[in-house]
């Protein structure tokens, strides 16, 4: 019978990351980690900080699919957070109906949960900053969703045109986010050491009163620059 289908879809499991990796990332910049990735890795420019000041977290993703306007599977998603997990909800992009609002994120914040993304929007902008949990997201609307479903809970998706799985790494800033695939955590962790170092040289270049970056001086000046 049709209504008889289930109306959430849940993984039995996922696999999360060593903790002493995720903490390596916390409090790092999403611009550097994106370096150390080869460039690429932060969700679309126009999920950002909803809340001025609330715009720094880290943590371990858990992911949720509520489609548009609706937000079962995030309720079901927020029942099963540990302390330092962020809530990642994807709504195929949807602007007429917030996903979620202080109340929900407040339950959130009372399981450990450190973070909220959406591709979608929220609502009750006072008491989200009354909560201070950091939540991402296109804008705000005060229009409610169902919560009707169907839905999946830590099921990979696709948010910010990133893909997103439970157990991957997800840093937010006031640039924006991004999305550190659980596998290649430790390499990533590695090679932000080697970004910070070089920005930190040449950012003491810099101070110093550089004016060209080296390679550019050296391009300038070798015959592979035509001037007309």
């Known amino acids: 019978m049709i209504d008889e289908a289930p109306i959430l879809t849940v993984a039995r499991s ?24 080869g460039g690429s890795g932060a969700l679309d420019w126009r999920i950002k900080p909803i809340v001025p000041g609330q715009d720094r977290f880290c943590g371990v993703a858990r992911t949720s699919d509520c489609g548009p306007c609706d937000n079962l599977a995030l309720m079901a998603s927020i029942a099963d957070c540990r302390p330092g997990d962020v809530l990642v909800t994807a709504t195929a992009g949807y602007e007429k109906a917030a996903v979620t609002g202080d109340l929900t994120l407040g339950m959130a914040h009372n399981q450990g ?22 939540c991402f997201a296109r804008g705000l609307v005060p229009n409610s969703p169902a919560r009707s479903g169907p839905g999946t809970v830590d099921l990979p998706i696709v948010l910010g045109d990133v893909v997103v799985r439970s157990g991957d790494v997800i840093v937010g800033d006031p640039d924006g986010v991004v999305i550190v695939p659980r596998e290649r955590l430790a390499q990533v962790v590695e090679a932000l050491a080697q970004v910070r170092a070089a920005e930190a040289e040449t950012l003491q270049k810099v101070q110093g009163g550089l004016t060209v970056f080296p390679f550019m001086a050296e391009l300038l000046a070798s015959g592979r620059v035509r001037r007309v």
């Open 14 to 37: 996922f696999e999360r990351p060593p903790a002493e990796l995720v903490e390596q990332l916390s409090g790092m910049l999403t611009s550097q980690i994106v370096d150390a990735m």
């Open 113 to 134: 949960v450190v973070g909220f993304v959406t591709d979608g929007m929220v609502r009750d902008l006072e008491g989200i900053r009354d909560v201070g949990l950091p």
